[in-house]
């Protein structure tokens, strides 16, 4: 009897120990969403909320929603107007005149004006910018002077950005870019409220932020929350519906569907978040209308040390490349709904009329098992080697990059009887060893910066600092150099596609697949979308109710 | 007491300057730095962001550098959360990891004392066999394992708790379940065997020929004793669960402090890793400074004299 008193009286410490847990603080309660609200995963902290600093996914996600350009992109990746009404190009094609709207406000309610422009941007390029130089700064070099005001070597005056008056902006280019328009539309060409001077730290508080996009924060948590609702002193009030987006930052792809499925989110998955991947095609038969996959401008591929024999031998290098079967790869390895890539230039990049890949074939070549054997036996016997000394396929630790790799060594293995090691590395160790041409085999990403082919093709000119293949090739310099200064659209997407081909035909690279984004989003939810980059675009979306 | 209290200090802030050396260097040896990532920036940008932090600097002077601000108490801000100081990372990360870990070992102490007893108690009976088997579980399953199925059963099956997030009283019930799982089996396991020794100890048999109640035999007599070991656990434990809680906090989407650390490793974000380090180093330092205290308290046979007490 005593005993059972005991254990009673134990009880009842459990039950109040577990009841002080339960009231431990007293927050109020999340509850579901008010009709309006749009309520996204970020997955993490963004690290800056600056458009001159902001260099990641997180972070434009927001700053694209909270600021805005000289112009925007639709959803078709077509530019109009943001807060430039109208704008002129010189014959010469060097020189922009854009003409600022006069309705333009920043959220204190002070106009926005080319002033603040001309300010920004020559922020941005301030090689003693506060807390650091800008990371993405070379985006902006495409004006003239740029690149020597940022790198110390010019003077801030001789930038060429000029507000004439209020309403007046006037820009001189290096050389005619055909996509500076859509340059415009991305952070480091936002404009910053000019008081930033006195606070260089605005960007770090939801207080201190003066934006002149669709909306303002209006609260921000660390690791836990962010808030924003339509500006009322945005020019496009009225096209704003949505009256509250709502981020969280949950870092783990099962809590995220968990999330979607308790109706916590009405988006789930990439850009900013991401669901399980083993759970695409459970998730396509139960939620047929909400499941999503849409392809992104970025291309999977690795990577291969030219400069390291036997990978000097271009019939070695086209072995390995013919012999991944890429079907198998996205269908029963990546599963989210991955584009097999014979190319460099992904789907969704724009070319003269239509997409660059409807209008150039990509197709550069054919996977195939016999050609591989004959041209692996042929190389190896050229560089007198009766077989193919060991090498290690190199990537960053992550589920996906390890059942590509894992699949890959699979085909090589029975395609053309070769072994090869799989090596995962963290992230700084990887990169580290990538930039110093330490390994022979590494998976590489790379997405669009701006709309246009060139975004891909200038990455393997023998002095980008992103080649990382030892590929050099005067002719495939020239030709890039050419691209830079043609206007002539037809031309430049010939001379494109000359360059593309090269490059591909090298085999210095083995194209792997296109991205895809995959997402869940509520049926109701209307235009909100995933633009060219990879970005959520949702300034404009609805709910569909409420349009009738 | 206080001679002891105060020698021990002296010995944290040593091994913490010490901490603090062999960190700067292991973190300096990593291969990378803060401004990586995909797509490489421009050498002369690089260049200026090295210059900017002193990066370009022998290691040996960044090092100087470095104990000179610590010296100032100067942690630091950020390398890749803009202008957010290590203070402020600390402050808003803490006190979820605090509240958390708090709560779970208190549920933890409460249930797991209470298990072992009930298992001392019917020693080689069914209820023996069946806490013990409880404990077996909890000892082995990993806690994130344990966090998903409790998400999963609780928050998305039946729908009692909302499945992320710390916004009200109930969000804390699944995530203090998680991270106690552990602490509660070890806990049971510990009360049980020293109970038991306890319970055919000389002492307790004389308790009960003077015709003491067994409810007074066994709270001053038998418990008292047999908590020893509980104490002895308690106190690195919480510092365990307070600074080891970054999976339980990843599931369920709170902002703790783990998720900052592991993410400083990641981004090479140098402050950052080193202000985490040795903050947690004072909190594990500081546990087993307050279990050596509590000793005394709980023991008077214990005496806290030089060259004693452990740690």
């Given at each position: 009897m005593k005993r059972t008193k005991l254990v009673s009286i134990l009880s009842m410490v459990l039950v109040f120990a577990i009841f002080t847990a339960g009231c431990a603080t007293g927050a109020k309660n999340g509850g579901g969403a008010s009709n309006n609200e749009f309520r996204v995963n970020l997955s993490t902290e963004p690290p800056t909320l600056d458009p001159a600093q902001a260099t990641d996914q997180v972070s434009f996600t927001v700053i694209n929603a909270i600021y805005e350009g000289l112009t925007i992109l639709d959803e078709n990746g077509d530019v109009q107007p943001g807060i430039a009404e109208k704008w002129d190009v010189s014959e010469d094609g060097k020189t922009y005149t854009f003409k600022i709207r006069s309705d333009a406000k920043w959220s204190n309610g002070d106009p926005v004006t080319a002033h603040d422009f001309e300010f920004s941007w020559k922020r941005a390029l301030d090689?003693?910018?506060?807390?650091?130089?800008?990371?993405?700064?070379?985006?902006?070099?495409?004006?003239?002077?740029a690149e020597a005001y940022n790198t110390g070597?010019?003077?801030?005056?001789?930038?060429?950005?000029?507000?004439?008056?209020?309403?007046t902006l006037v820009v001189t280019l290096v050389a005619p870019t055909i996509y500076f328009e859509s340059l415009l539309s991305t952070a480091i060409y936002f404009p910053v409220h000019q008081s930033v001077k006195e606070n260089?730290?605005?960007?770090?508080a939801a207080n201190t932020m003066i934006t002149n996009g669709p909306f303002t924060m209006t609260d921000w948590k660390r690791n836990t929350s962010i808030t924003l609702e339509p500006s009322?002193?945005?020019?496009?009030?009225?096209?704003?519906?949505?009256?509250k987006v709502s981020f969280t930052m949950v870092n783990d792809s099962s809590s995220e569907l968990n999330m979607y499925e308790t109706g916590k989110l009405d988006y789930a998955g990439h850009p900013t978040g991401s669901l399980p991947s083993d759970q695409f095609a459970s998730l396509q038969q139960k939620y047929p209308d909400e499941f999503k996959i849409k392809g992104t401008a970025s291309l999977y591929y690795y990577l291969i040390n030219t400069t390291e024999p036997p990978f000097t031998n271009k019939k070695v290098r086209q072995a390995l490349s013919l012999a991944v079967n890429r079907n198998d790869l996205t269908e029963?390895?990546?599963?989210?709904?991955q584009i097999p890539a014979y190319g460099l230039v992904p789907p969704g990049i724009k070319g003269v009329e239509d997409e660059y890949r409807n209008e150039v074939n990509g197709d550069y070549f054919k996977e195939d098992l016999e050609l591989a054997k004959q041209l692996l036996a042929e190389g190896l016997a050229e560089e007198g080697l009766t077989q193919l000394p060991a090498f290690s396929i190199t990537f960053n630790t992550n589920d996906l990059h390890l059942k590509v790799a894992e699949a890959i060594v699979d085909m090589w293995r029975n395609n053309l009887g070769i072994d090869v090691q799989i090596g995962n590395e963290e992230w700084g160790v990887f990169l580290d060893n990538r930039n110093a041409m330490n390994y022979q085999v590494a998976r590489a990403g790379w997405g669009a910066d701006?709309?246009?082919?060139i975004s891909f093709i200038s990455?393997?000119?023998?002095?980008?600092?992103?080649?990382?293949?030892?590929?050099?090739n005067a002719e495939y310099d020239e030709l890039v150099e050419r691209i830079n200064h043609t206007s002539e659209p037809e031309e430049r997407v010939k001379l494109i596609a000359d360059a593309e081909k090269l490059l591909i035909e090298s085999h210095s690279i083995i194209p792997l697949y296109y991205y895809t984004n995959v997402y869940l989003m509520k049926p109701?939810?209307?235009?909100v979308y995933v633009d060219f980059k990879g970005d959520i675009i949702f300034t404009r979306g609805y709910y569909e109710e409420q349009e009738q | 007491m206080v001679r002891y209290v105060i020698e021990k200090i002296l010995y944290m802030l040593l091994s913490l300057f010490v901490l603090a050396s062999a960190t700067f260097f292991l973190m300096k040896a990593?291969?990378?730095?803060?401004?990586?990532?995909e797509k490489n920036i421009p050498p002369a940008i690089q260049q200026m962001l090295m210059e900017k932090y002193g990066f370009d600097k022998p290691v040996w002077e960044q090092y100087v550098h470095y104990i000179g601000n610590l010296l100032k108490l100067d942690f630091g801000t950020s390398m890749k959360q803009q202008y957010v100081t290590v203070e402020t990372v600390i402050k808003s990360g803490f006190a979820y990891s605090v509240q958390l870990g708090l709560l779970a070992m208190i549920v933890s102490v409460a249930a797991g004392v209470l298990l072992g007893l009930i298992a001392a108690l019917n020693h080689r009976k069914f209820l023996d066999g069946f806490t013990i088997f409880i404990a077996v579980l909890g000892v082995s399953i990993p806690n994130f394992v344990i966090a998903s199925a409790l998400q999963y059963f609780?928050?998305?099956?039946?729908?009692?708790?909302?499945?992320?997030?710390?916004?009200?009283?109930?969000?804390y019930v699944l995530p203090v379940i998680a991270l106690s799982f552990l602490p509660t089996a070890f806990i049971a396991r510990l009360t049980r065997s020293s109970m038991l020794e306890v319970l055919s100890a000389d002492y307790i048999k004389t308790a009960r020929a003077k015709g003491l109640s067994g409810r007074v035999i066994l709270v001053k007599h038998a418990l008292r004793n047999a908590i020893m070991p509980v104490v002895t656990y308690v106190g690195p434990m919480t510092a365990n669960i307070i600074t080891g809680s970054v999976i339980v906090e990843q599931i369920f989407g709170i902002g703790g402090l783990g998720k900052d650390f592991v993410n400083s490793i990641t981004n090479r974000d140098y402050t950052l890793i080193m202000g985490l380090t040795l903050f947690y180093a004072v909190i594990l330092m500081l546990a087993r400074l307050i279990t050596d205290i509590a000793y005394g308290f709980i023991d008077p046979r214990i005496k806290l004299i030089r060259g004693r007490g452990g740690a």
């Open positions: 090689p003693l910018l506060v807390p650091e130089p800008s990371q993405y700064a070379y985006q902006l070099y495409y004006i003239e002077g070597e010019g003077s801030v005056d001789d930038v060429a950005v000029k507000a004439e008056d209020d309403h260089e730290a605005f960007a770090a009322d002193s945005y020019y496009g009030r009225d096209q704003i519906k949505f009256s029963k390895v990546t599963l989210g709904g701006y709309n246009d082919p990455l393997f000119t023998s002095k980008s600092g992103n080649n990382n293949t030892g590929y050099a109701e939810v209307k235009g | 990593i291969p990378g730095n803060p401004f990586q990532s609780f928050g998305v099956q039946l729908r009692w708790f909302n499945v992320t997030g710390l916004n009200g009283p109930l969000d």
